[in-house]
């Protein structure tokens, strides 16, 4: 029987019932009294010198109240950079301006140039066209390769080059790895573009400032994944507010994929603005605003080279990866091709030595920064690649070569010679559990039918593994991040037993608000129904650093668990007290404390009540009250993995891929929610499915954005994706938090789209071409474009 | 000008401009902000909402052109006694919503497909729901909960 | 959006006298022309909806057999009252865009608009003839090349009668972001002869692919089509394909149309 209580239970969604009825309350739904609206001309050129910005004529419009321009940010502080990476030559990274409004340059399509402010939106907009603006227009940067040559045009000329670091890791191994690439019995190469990719939340970005004259207080109402990051980067480095003067307010929030994760200027303008004007600021970003400011993700292009001895096994890895910054840095930019990325580069496998070269630049779009994954999509993609395509060099099956080179399951923990050390894992039973699920054995079969009605039928499998439960602070701490990764809960057990849990961590479509009670429901033996879960206000949680890298049951949920533990600790002792017994014997069950070994008992709410009415307390031991605060930082990030396998069938006429079937079996180490957990795999495959078939952010060589809307920039529907299969009975449970967990946000996008690619070029060549690779969107215009190439 | 038009059954008037659109006098007239704006291109349906008994994406129609028309919008959708409706529980059941934003839109094109089509098959819901984009769910739980939401047993459908 | 007057007349005669005003723009179903005001990419300081003139909507039967659609009447009518009379036409009418769309959208607005990758073009240049509230248009001299048409200032589309073929099918290809046709064609085959429409593929908007006409008009089947290439000169190029592309589906979608009406 499944349970239908605590952890491991799938409790249907609480919050469900506002988002259902239209109750839901997300930012552009906040509308303060006074409230003035806020329009950002942008740039629509790339790259340009901005001669003159006169907004004389567009100030005196009907409705105006004040129009800021870059002038009016001089003395405010720039965007800040969270990471600061350092170089092959233990240099830091360059870390050029990113000031709120442009200053003197503009340096990608909808860089802001000027904030009209004015009593509707439509006026604000009406007054943006009446700014005179003069811009010169200057060479855009827009192809890495280009970027990094001798007299390339510069997007920031302060810099001297655009190159923001030359990255090298392991730098030790370098040498190690060149000697067993010229020693090898066989090499495969692959150059491989990771498609720069829009996060697209449903909910566009907004934010509302306001400011109190009376208390000197900022409150910011913004669509965000960490209000407390907001609340330092904007207090401490943008505006000079202290946080104590400075309320961040994220409610519900319509997904955020990594995109909400960064402070964003629109954030700083509406903040300040809210005072300058003193009236309310509101911004709501529409879809188009959205593509061209909302930072992007991906964009990498690799050589990566796989060498293997006589036998198959895998003997080093060597990369070469360009990394597009955009035009700015935005908050966590550098870390993702680096530090996620390149610790990421020995997957499932024993691969003795690997180098990784990571050369990340500025060019003239939009800031890239973390999506979905981070730097761990993009290293799976690389390595499940080539091992499909070695294994199609050599004639092996692509499973058996997998298989040979897993690390296995007693050889955990597993130190890579990329940094990291995997925790727990069992490679063979999670692709022993695909094969099954996918029905392998059938595929055969279902090919010669494809067959028959003239099509192509693939078959693409591969693994994925990632470091989630992001992380421990001394450790990032040391790789260049200018924070720590803890995160906070609060558990304030209320008169009358019920509880509040205030945590750091943020939901926004991951059901915190569902799966959170479930484990302090486990842990006092209490109904889900008496635990409310606070998030998302800053003036309410204690410092916390959010929702991303599938970290908040791993990291979150362990603060909870360790406040709750203080709070059980507390509770024994008033407990023995009020039983006359002694603490250690008092044993907690069904809501109640026993006294071992007898008859004796009280309630959960006796305790409760005991602690705020302590007139029979043991004052003389311990306070009143029954409220208890944890950090927790983690020892090690989470390693959650897993096997995919992707069936497609594609029609050689037109170049068109279908998703016919779709498997993941996923180790995720213990599960609180199932169903959440299920959606949360269906939802990264889909985003998975997307990159590999569907979308792709463009640039044209002057560096305008092709793909600007859903009208160019493909979403997928309901009609693209099939039901998924999806499996996380392969358990092995994390070692160093206290559930066990692993995280599973980003599984789904990390593992899907090697085998969507895998399975097409495995259609491809089944029908008698060889075609080595293809790169993403496989849009059905490069697929048939590919088989003209290889017939020809 | 003003228009007056029924919403969720009563009726509700309010001033409006040529150029405003049904989605913001729902949302900034009559607060009823459970309509969202999802895009700007009418292509991701989070803003879906009933006109005379149809579908319609209340981004791209004039309030003014609702003028007298019957208007229903999620928030009309609940039962009588504040229970969610037969379609809005499946939603729930089924873990058919993440973030909820999309959802709005998704309940009332579906409310829309089974009227038209009270036992869709799994094809033709993914079909219905073209014009309704989900950025959380990889729609597999909408498309069972709709089809679970038709009376039909979706406990084969692929993987729990 | 600039801000605009909203007039929504009740018969034909209003909405003509409406469309006399300087800058007056009708408004069908809006589906583009809505977002396209909200991008601020037209300006018309009177919009004159259509949709209230219940002499413009519904599906009928003309004197000569032909299908006769009112200007104002939503894709979705269409799709369900064509259905047995004009089975091709309905199907396309019922693959435009998505439900809610079609509840809006309609076949005047999409014809006055003549977007390339638009679904009605192709329909209507097989064969239709253009009504509006001044004259009759054969569809041949009615679409004058992407976003442009015959119609003049004040000019609306009232009706557009569809001669019902013998067999016609209709096969979309869409473009993945827009679910436009990526590249579309309509083949209808008529007593006289067959008329094979093309969307989606031109810089020129719909055309009439004259070699696959005459060979079919031969003999309506695939195989008549054997060896026929449509030539990429003039087909559009773009992010989701290339005018080669576009060209080779030309051949693949009228070879399917016409095993699809056969």
Request: net charge negative; charged share 20%; glycine share 10%.
């Amino acid at each position: 029987m499944p349970k239908d209580h605590g952890i491991g239970a799938s409790i249907k969604r609480r919050e469900d019932v506002r988002f259902l009825t239209g109750a839901g309350n997300y930012t552009d739904d906040i509308n303060i009294r006074g409230q003035a609206y806020v329009y950002f001309l942008r740039s629509d050129v790339a790259h340009g010198k901005l001669n003159k910005v006169d907004t004389t004529a567009a100030s005196a419009m009907p409705g105006v109240v004040r129009i800021f321009t870059g002038a009016d940010f001089a003395g405010v502080g720039g965007l800040p950079c969270g990471w600061q990476v350092t170089d092959r030559h233990g240099q830091p990274m360059k870390e050029p301006g990113h000031p709120v409004l442009a200053q003197g340059k503009v340096r990608h399509v909808g860089d802001p140039i000027a904030a009209i402010v004015a009593d509707t939106l439509e006026q604000a907009r009406d007054a943006a066209e009446a700014i005179e603006l003069d811009i010169e227009e200057l060479p855009a940067v827009v192809d890495m390769k280009a970027a990094v040559k001798d007299g390339s045009a510069l997007v920031h000329d302060d810099i001297g080059s655009n190159l923001c670091y030359d990255w090298g890791f392991v730098e030790e191994n370098k040498a190690a790895v060149d000697e067993a690439i010229k020693n090898a019995a066989h090499v495969t190469t692959l150059e491989l573009v990771n498609n720069r990719l829009v996060a697209n939340p449903m909910e566009p970005r907004v934010c509302v400032g306001d400011y109190s004259r009376a208390t000197d207080d900022y409150t910011l109402y913004t669509t965000s994944q960490n209000p407390h990051v907001i609340r330092l980067l904007m207090g401490a480095f943008v505006l000079g507010i202290p946080e104590h003067k400075l309320r961040v307010v994220a409610p519900d929030v319509g997904g955020g994929f990594g995109t909400k994760i960064f402070h964003y200027a629109e954030e700083a303008f509406c903040t300040f603005a809210a005072k300058a004007c003193n009236r309310p600021v509101k911004w709501t970003a529409s879809r188009s605003e959205a593509f061209m400011s909302d930072a992007h993700g991906r964009d990498h292009v690799t050589k990566i080279e796989l060498a293997l001895d006589k036998d198959n096994n895998f003997t080093a890895i060597r990369t070469e990866t360009y990394a597009n910054m955009g035009a700015y840095l935005s908050t966590f930019a550098p870390s993702v091709p680096t530090w996620l990325h390149g610790t990421l580069m020995a997957g499932n496998y024993r691969t003795p030595v690997i180098y990784v070269n990571v050369k990340a630049v500025f060019t003239n779009t939009v800031p890239v920064d973390a999506y979905r994954g981070a730097g761990r999509p993009e290293a799976t993609f690389q390595i499940e690649r080539v091992i499909d395509q070695a294994a199609r060099e050599l004639g092996v099956d692509p499973i058996a070569l997998r298989r040979q080179n897993f690390i296995k399951p007693d050889q955990f923990p597993y130190q890579t010679p990329v940094a990291v050390a995997y925790d727990t894992g069992n490679y063979d039973a999670t692709m022993d559990r695909l094969i099954e699920m996918a029905d392998i054995a059938g595929f055969a079969k279902r090919r010669k039918a494809s067959e028959a009605k003239g099509k192509l039928r693939g078959l693409g499998v591969n693994c994925y593994i990632e470091a989630c439960g992001i992380a421990p602070s001394n450790l990032v701490g040391q790789l260049g991040a200018r924070a720590g990764l803890y995160e906070s809960a609060t558990v304030r057990v209320n008169a009358t037993g019920g509880i509040v849990v205030m945590t750091g961590s943020h939901s926004h479509g991951q059901g915190h608000e569902t799966a959170f009670p479930q484990v302090i429901a486990e842990m006092l033996g209490i109904d889900e129904s008496m635990v409310e879960v606070v998030h998302g206000d800053t003036s309410k949680a204690p410092m916390g650093m959010g929702t991303y890298g599938s970290r908040s049951l791993a990291v979150g949920g362990s603060a909870m668990v360790r406040a709750t533990e203080k709070i059980l600790r507390k509770a024994k002792k008033i407990a023995a007290h009020l039983m006359e017994a002694s603490e250690g014997d008092i044993e907690v069950k069904d809501g109640r404390f026993h006294v071992a070994g007898t008859d004796k008992s009280v309630a959960w709410g006796d305790v409760t009540l005991a602690a705020y009415v302590p007139h029979n307390y043991p004052l003389e031991d311990i306070e009143p009250g029954l409220e208890e605060t944890a950090f927790y930082d983690p020892s090690n990030f989470t390693y959650p993995a897993g096997a995919y396998a992707c069936e497609v069938e594609l029609d050689p006429e037109t170049g068109k891929v279908t998703i016919e079937r779709f498997a993941a079996a996923d180790d995720f180490g213990n599960v609180v929610n199932p169903m959440i957990v299920e959606g949360q795999v269906h939802g990264g495959i889909a985003q998975g499915v997307g990159q590999a078939l569907l979308e792709g952010a463009v640039y044209d060589a002057n560096g305008q954005l092709l793909t600007g809307s859903y009208m160019d920039y493909a979403m997928p529907r309901a009609t693209d994706v099939p039901f998924y299969q999806v499996d996380h009975s392969c358990a092995t449970p994390c070692t160093h938090n206290p559930l066990g967990v692993k995280g599973c946000g980003e599984a789904g996008a990390i593992g899907s789209p090697p085998a969507v690619v895998n399975a097409v070029l495995d259609a491809l060549n089944s029908g008698g071409i060889k075609v080595a690779h293809i790169d993403m969107p496989v849009s059905p215009s490069r697929v048939w474009s590919a088989i003209q190439k290889a017939k020809a | 000008m003003k228009v007056t038009m029924t919403v969720n059954g009563k009726s509700r008037s309010g001033e409006v401009e040529g150029r405003t659109l049904l989605v913001n006098f729902l949302r900034e007239t009559l607060n009823l902000t459970g309509t969202h704006v999802g895009c700007d291109t009418s292509q991701c349906g989070a803003c879906v909402v009933h006109v005379n008994g149809q579908a319609v994406k209340s981004c791209t129609m004039l309030a003014a052109e609702a003028d007298g028309a019957d208007v229903k919008t999620v928030e009309g959708m609940a039962n009588a006694d504040g229970s969610l409706s037969v379609i809005q529980q499946a939603f729930q059941d089924h873990h058919g919503l993440q973030c909820g934003f999309c959802t709005p839109g998704m309940v009332m094109s579906a409310a829309a497909l089974l009227k038209e089509n009270p036992k869709p098959t799994e094809a033709e819901v993914r079909h219905y729901l073209e014009g309704n984009i989900c950025r959380c769910t990889g729609y597999h739980n909408i498309v069972k909960a709709v089809m679970a939401a038709s009376g039909q047993d979706v406990s084969n459908i692929a993987a729990e | 959006m600039y801000n605009f007057d909203f007039v929504k007349p009740k018969t034909l005669a209003e909405a003509t006298a409406a469309m006399a005003g300087e800058e007056a723009q009708a408004l069908g179903g809006g589906q583009t022309l809505i977002p396209s005001l909200k991008a601020r990419l037209a300006s018309p300081t009177t919009l004159v909806s259509l949709s209230g003139i219940k002499e413009m909507v519904g599906v009928c039967k003309g004197d000569d057999g032909s299908l006769c659609i009112g200007g104002a009447t939503p894709h979705a009518v269409v799709a369900a009252e064509a259905a047995k009379t004009y089975p091709a036409l309905a199907k396309l009418a019922g693959g435009i865009g998505d439900p809610a769309v079609r509840n809006r959208g309609t076949v005047g607005g999409s014809l006055a608009n003549n977007d390339p990758a638009a679904c009605y073009p192709s329909a209507a240049l097989a064969s239709a003839t253009v009504v509006t509230n001044r004259r009759r248009i054969a569809a041949d001299d009615y679409f004058q090349g992407m976003f442009t048409t015959a119609l003049e200032a004040g000019e609306i589309v009232t009706e557009v009668r569809f001669p019902v073929p013998e067999k016609a099918a209709y096969i979309k290809f869409e473009q993945p972001a827009s679910r436009f046709a990526l590249t579309g064609v309509f083949v209808a085959k008529f007593k006289d002869g067959v008329r094979v429409a093309v969307t989606g593929a031109s810089e020129e908007g719909v055309f009439r692919w004259a070699e696959a006409e005459a060979a079919l008009s031969k003999n309506f089947s695939a195989a008549a089509l054997a060896g026929l290439a449509a030539s990429a000169d003039g087909m559009i190029t773009d992010l989701h394909g290339t005018a080669a592309y576009r060209a080779h589906l030309v051949g693949v979608l009228t070879r399917r149309a016409v095993e699809a009406a056969a």
